[in-house]
C-alpha cells in the first residue's frame, strides 16, 4: 500500500524554534508510518510506503503545478491533500507599506476552492482516493507577534480591521469542508482534534502556525484512525483488524 501525503510545510514537518525554522525527523508522514507499522504489521508486514512530498511555502497554486509529478506518476492508493495556510497569507510587506489599502489573500478563497477541486478530481481520474485534511489551528496571540516583529504593529492594526487572522483561515476551513461534502470526499478533522488535545502552547510553534513535534504527533494519529476505518472497508486492501 503506497499512501501520499501532499501538502505544504505542514506536511513537510516544520517547526519554529528559538526564532528558526527547522525541518523536523518527526514530522506527520513519518509518524503516520510508525503507526501503521505498529498495528498492521501481520497485515502489511514491511509493505506499507507513505510519501512525505509536503513543500515549504507551497500553496494550492503550486500543488496543481506538481501534482503530476508529484502524484499520478507514483501511483498511489491514497493521498492525503493538506494545504490552505499559505492560500490565506497575505503579502506582510505590501501590507506594512501600504496599510489603508485593500490587500488580498495570496490566493483568493474562489481560487483555493477551485484548485482544491482541480486537484481531487485529477486524483479520482487516475485512480488513486484523495483525502482532504482539514487546516491545523493557528496561535493568534503569537502570530501576531511574530509578524509585528518582522515587519510593524500596523500589520495588525491592518489584519483587525478585516477580521483578525483567525477570521481568514476558518473562512478557508470552512470552505474546504463544504467542497470536501459537495464532492463526496472524506474529510479528516485534524483541527479539531489538535484542539482537544491540550494547551495550544504544547501543540503550535514560537511562530504561531507550525506544529511542535507534539502537535505533529496528534496529527498522525488522528489521520491514522479515520484511515484505518477507510482500509477496514477498502476491496482493494486485506485488512483483518483496526
Known amino acids: 500500500m503506497k499512501i501520499i501525503c501532499f501538502g505544504d510545510s505542514l506536511t513537510r514537518g516544520v517547526t519554529f524554534v528559538k526564532g528558526r525554522l527547522k525541518i523536523l525527523k518527526n514530522n506527520y508522514p513519518k509518524i503516520l508510518q510508525e ?22 511555502n507551497d500553496n494550492s497554486d503550486l500543488l496543481i503545478q506538481r501534482l503530476e509529478r508529484d502524484v499520478i506518476q507514483e501511483k498511489p492508493d491514497y493521498v492525503i491533500i493538506e494545504i490552505g495556510g499559505n492560500d490565506c497569507d497575505f503579502v506582510w510587506a505590501e501590507v506594512a507599506k501600504n496599510p489603508t489599502d485593500v490587500h488580498e489573500a495570496t490566493v483568493p478563497v474562489e481560487r483555493y476552492i477551485n484548485n ?11 485512480g488513486p482516493t484523495p483525502i482532504l485534511s482539514t487546516l491545523p489551528p493557528l496561535d493568534p496571540v503569537r502570530y501576531y507577534e511574530r509578524i509585528m516583529e518582522s515587519y510593524s504593529s500596523q500589520v495588525s492594526d491592518w489584519i483587525c480591521k478585516v477580521g483578525g ?4 483561515h476558518s473562512n478557508y476551513n470552512r470552505s474546504l469542508k463544504k467542497l470536501a461534502e459537495e464532492l463526496n470526499v472524506m474529510s479528516i478533522d485534524v483541527r479539531s482534534a489538535i484542539k482537544r488535545a ?20 496528534v496529527f498522525a494519529e488522528e489521520i491514522f484512525q479515520k484511515l484505518s476505518r477507510i482500509l477496514e472497508n477498502d476491496t482493494r486492501i486485506k485488512m483483518d483488524k483496526v
Open 35 to 56: 503507526l501503521f507499522l505498529n498495528n498492521y504489521k501481520d497485515e502489511f508486514g514491511e509493505d506499507i510506503h507513505i510519501m512525505n512530498k509536503g513543500v515549504f
Open 116 to 126: 482544491l477541486k482541480s486537484i481531487v478530481i485529477k486524483i479520482k481520474e487516475a
Open 165 to 168: 487572522i483567525e477570521h481568514w
Open 198 to 217: 491540550g494547551d495550544l502552547k504544547d501543540l503550535i510553534s514560537d511562530d504561531g502556525i507550525h506544529l511542535t513535534e507534539k502537535g505533529y504527533k
